[in-house]
């Protein structure tokens, strides 16, 4: 199954916008630009890392900037803190949690932060539910679209227009607690798109769309619309958690991971920021060495927007 095959199966999509009060957001409110964020999770505790390009006028000489402990990089001053704590953004960990719920991507705009997601129709009635206890009672956070989705491949192009985008593609053995994908499953397609690097049950909550048309029936797989074929299963490849905790380290978004298991082994297709490649592809590398794993890289480009049609 390839990308493009799942393109608007979450066919809502959801933007909220939820206005912050702490020391970052109230300093995102002089910068007439749009920043990029990162959402993670490390030993059960959500972040948000900012990334400020080191080319916004007056940027290394606030003191604001510095009471905040900036990570300076090349290109970027990187900032991270906490969220589990600020009450609006709970908004945020609940929808997550909720089943078929996607993280698109998030950015930041003059104070407030824009989380972008796609989910099922067929769950609209629990989002609704979780919006009406949070939007409708707290004034700094409020729905900027809810309605049908534009597809995967729509919002990646949107992506590459605002920062170029790289494809990596790479296979890694199945690790034991992967198996219940590739039980019984010979000649039927699927794919499994990560939903956010949140990780839950020591895994990664991922969405898997299937052409199994009898169903799944397992205990670690739930059906989110056995009608369109899309379940919701926790992936605890231990290749890939390593790699999630050394990228985290780095401050390396991944806009969006896509995996496919083939028959022993899993291929996985990464969509990160290009000038973040390079730094990528040697964690992988250095993972790989570290853990005797047997890893072929597959692919490594910039993003065209026929690569859906192949990955």
């Not at 905040?68 to 949690?97: A, D, F, G, Q």
């Not at 590739?182 to 939903?195: H, I, P």
Request: net charge neutral.
């Amino acid at each position: 199954m390839r990308i493009s095959e799942i393109d608007k199966k979450l066919d809502m999509r959801l933007v909220l916008r939820l206005r912050q009060e702490n020391e970052l957001f109230n300093f995102t409110r002089g910068i007439d630009r749009t920043i990029p964020a990162f959402i993670f999770s490390s030993e059960d505790r959500t972040y948000l890392t900012a990334f400020f390009d080191r080319s916004i006028s007056g940027l290394e000489r606030s003191g604001s900037l510095r009471s905040l402990n900036p990570e300076i990089t090349e290109k970027y001053t990187v900032i991270t803190s906490r969220i589990n704590n600020v009450e609006s953004m709970k908004i945020v960990n609940e929808l997550l949690s909720g089943e078929s719920v996607t993280l698109n991507r998030v950015d930041i705009t003059r104070g407030f932060i824009n989380v972008y997601t796609r989910f099922h129709s067929s769950m609209l009635d629990g989002v609704s539910e979780t919006l009406s206890r949070y939007v409708t009672q707290n004034g700094d956070s409020r729905i900027e679209w809810l309605g049908p989705s534009p597809g995967i491949r729509w919002i990646l192009e949107l992506i590459n227009r605002e920062y170029p985008l790289s494809v990596i593609t790479y296979t890694v053995p199945l690790s034991e607690g992967d198996l219940a994908l590739s039980e019984g499953r010979e000649g039927k397609k699927a794919l499994l798109e990560v939903k956010s690097d949140v990780i839950r049950n020591s895994g990664f909550p991922c969405i898997l769309y299937s052409t199994w048309d009898k169903g799944i029936v397992h205990p670690t797989i739930h059906p989110v619309s056995q009608r369109d074929g899309i379940y919701e299963v926790d992936l605890k490849n231990s290749f890939l958690l390593e790699v999630a905790d050394e990228a985290n380290r780095k401050h390396i978004i991944r806009t969006k991971k896509f995996v496919r298991v083939l028959g022993e082994r899993m291929e996985v297709t990464v969509f990160l920021p290009s000038i973040q490649r390079q730094e990528y592809y040697s964690i992988l590398y250095a993972i790989a060495r570290k853990e005797n794993n047997r890893l072929t890289v597959k692919y490594l480009f910039d993003y065209v927007p026929d690569a859906l049609d192949f990955l």
